[in-house]
Each structure stands twice: as structure tokens, then as C-alpha cells.
């Protein structure tokens, strides 16, 4: 058999286990709760509480789909044309085409061009947040924070681009399955590593003060069967308003992350109704599931994009070819892109699943829906959620259940358990 018959076959079987983990990992059988009682949920929310949030909502939407439809045609424009193998070309020239840098240099230029040309969206979001008083960060902090991105963005990139191409050059008819293994670990290492390295780089944290709450958070973690090394404050009021907490690490490195902004801005019933949502994340090892449907994914992709560069006209429209050239990154990152785009409502529909089942293990382990119900409201109050977003643009993006699908979700529990 060939190395493109190794390649279809191959990404078959990625695709079957990526659809068996669906199927048996995901939890389908939480439907959200009927429209009539999320309904009479919104009926409760004070009126204008509701209308801010939805013109909060309405001035960011502009922005937002801007800068996607312009980040895309960017990314096209360098990628199905010849364009973006010149502007590759182009940054290797100074050290004599090496293949190096026109994979590195050349690669990270790509992804900075299409991320320069949607600055002006994530600067006019930025700006409605300032006027909505959602964020506390000025535009020096938004600045420092940008270009901190950009800067952890172009390490991890640069990694990923020299190996990959290293193996491209080194198994020049079988890279496609050494490149899809290591998409697949790097994936693995990025999910379980990055957390704990890139949060100090924009947050500082601290222990939590000794007192009833923070016995109240690691009690309860040691109950729900999620042993946890610490509970720790982020200092996320230097950036927003906004309030969350998290389980991130594993292991001995697993700890409870609560924003400053929740314990000041909630009850402490509510902040543990809170951290139980997330230790239901833990509790059912979403990290992993998540972890294991990326990496999966990715060694598909790649599989997938050795076949569209081996029998198709793809890399000439681009200018290259092959795939294998260096200069072909643009036309890859352009598919990537487009890719994206496209599974981004299959990710958010799985992601409302989790969600809601985080939810229940909420509701089950701390005993009070009725916390829950108020947390909820306090959440999309502070944080300006749309408590029933555009049909369109929930099934489009929304990655949680809706405001008032929890608060229904809440009553539901309530009305089962006698609660």
C-alpha cells in the first residue's frame, strides 16, 4: 500500500474514534430544560438588567464577527494565493532561504500579519468594555497583556513549526504520521502543562486567607473525591469586573482558583456553588476528555492536509509544490483557519453538554439549588450575559448553557429533590 492509501485509511480510523469518544464520553442525555420554564426564568430577571446586557451584547457583536470574517478572507488571501509563499519567501531571504527560517520566521510573519490586520476588532471590544465598565485594564495593560500573548503565542509556535517541518524533511513520504503523533502529544502537553506555566504570566495569585470559606472549598473537594494542593486568589480585578473560578493542574499540582472579584462580589454559599461546578469538571476528568477529542483532531487534521497537498490543486494555487515546502505554511494556516470556523459550533454544542453536567454535579454536591439559581443571576449580572441570547448565535458560539436554561435547570432539581 502506498503512503496516501496508509494516509486515508489512517484518518479513517481517527475519524471512527474520534465519533466512538463522542458518543460514549459526552453526555447527550442532558437536554436543556423545556422553553417554558426558561421562559418564565427570564420573566424573573429585572427587566433592565436584561435590556443592558443585550445593548452590552448588541455593541460588541459588530466587532466580533467583523474581525472573524476579516481574520478568515486575511488568512485565505495569504493562503489560496501566492501571496503568502512570497511574503514567506520574503523573510528567508536574509538568511539565504534556509528552510529554517522560512518555516520559523517566515510562519510566525503569517500568523502575525492575519493577527495585525483583526487588531482594530480587539482593540473596538476592548473599547466597549472600558464603556461598559466590564473591564478595569487601561489600554497600557491591554497592551502589556497583548503583546505577552503574542510573545507566548510565538514560543509555542516557533516549537511547533521546526519540528514539524524537521520531520517533513527528514520522512519526506511518511511525515504525515510522525507529524500527526506529534500534533497529538503536543496537544496532550499543551492542555496539561500551559495552564501552570502561562497563568503567572498574566495573573499573580496568592493563598487564600485560613478562615471558614477556604475550609469550606478544600472539605469539599476532599468529599467530591478531588483532593486539591491549595486554594488560591487571582488578582483578576487588575484586568475586569468580572467573576469565575477554576480547578486547574493534576495532580499534586491541581488547586482552586477563585477570582478576587467573586469573593468580593459574592456570598461565600455562592462562591462554593461556584467552585463545585468546577470540581465537577474535575470529578469527571472533562480535562481529559477534552484532551483526548484535541488530540485526536489534530492528528486527524493532519492527516487530512497531507491528502489535500498530495492530489490536489490546493498547493498550486498557493504557489508551492507541496505541502512539504516551507512556503506552503500560509496555505495550511488558511485551511486551519477556515477548519476551525467550521467546528466551532459542533465544539460548542459538546461544550453546553459538559457544562450542564457540571452544573447538576454542582447542584447534587452542595445540596442547594436554590445558591445555584442565585449565583447564576449574579453572574450574568456582573458579567453582562444575554440571559437568552439569538437562537442563531447560542447554537453559533455559546460554549454554556444559557442564563436562563440554568436557572431553569436549577428549579427543575429543586422541584425532584423536594429542595
Known sequence: MTPRGWALLTLAGLVVALAVVAVVLVPWNRPPAPRADQLAALRDLPADQVAHARTFRGDLRPGRYLGLAVGLLAALALGLTPLGSRLIDLVGRPFGGHWVAQAVLGGLVVVLVVDLVTLPFAAWRHSVLLRYGLSTNGWGGWTVDLLKSYAVSAVIGAVALLGFYTVVRLAPRWWWAVGAVGAAGLVTLLSFVLPVLVEPVFNR?????????????????????????????????????????????????????????????????????????????????????????GALGAAAAVVALYLL???????????????????????????????????????????????????????????????????????????????????????????????????????????????
Open 309 to 419: 497537498g498530495s492530489g490536489g490543486p490546493l498547493p498550486r494555487l498557493a504557489g508551492v509544490d507541496s505541502f512539504a515546502d516551507p512556503r506552503a505554511f500560509a496555505l495550511l494556516f488558511a485551511l486551519v483557519t477556515l477548519a476551525g470556523l467550521v467546528a466551532g459550533p459542533v465544539q460548542a454544542a459538546v461544550s453546553r453538554r459538559v457544562e450542564a453536567r457540571a452544573d447538576a454535579h454542582a447542584m447534587a454536591l452542595t445540596g442547594d439549588p436554590a445558591t445555584f439559581e442565585a449565583m447564576q443571576r449574579r453572574l450574568a449580572g456582573i458579567n453582562l450575559a444575554d440571559p437568552d441570547p439569538p437562537r442563531w448565535e447560542y447554537l453559533w458560539s455559546a460554549s454554556h448553557p444559557s442564563t436562563v436554561e440554568r436557572m431553569a435547570a436549577a428549579r427543575a432539581y429543586a422541584r425532584e429533590t423536594g429542595r
Open 205 to 293: 495569585f496568592t493563598p487564600m486567607e485560613p478562615g471558614p470559606l477556604r475550609t469550606e472549598l478544600t472539605n469539599m473537594a476532599a468529599r467530591d473525591g478531588v483532593p486539591v494542593k491549595d486554594v488560591l486568589v487571582a488578582d483578576a480585578s487588575r484586568r475586569t469586573k468580572a467573576v469565575n473560578a477554576y480547578v486547574s493542574g493534576l495532580g499534586p499540582t491541581r488547586r482552586i482558583v477563585v477570582y478576587d472579584t467573586l469573593l468580593r462580589e459574592a456570598t461565600p454559599a455562592e462562591v462554593t456553588s461556584v467552585v463545585a461546578h468546577e470540581l465537577g469538571h474535575a470529578k469527571d476528568r472533562d480535562v481529559n476528555v477534552g484532551t483526548l477529542t
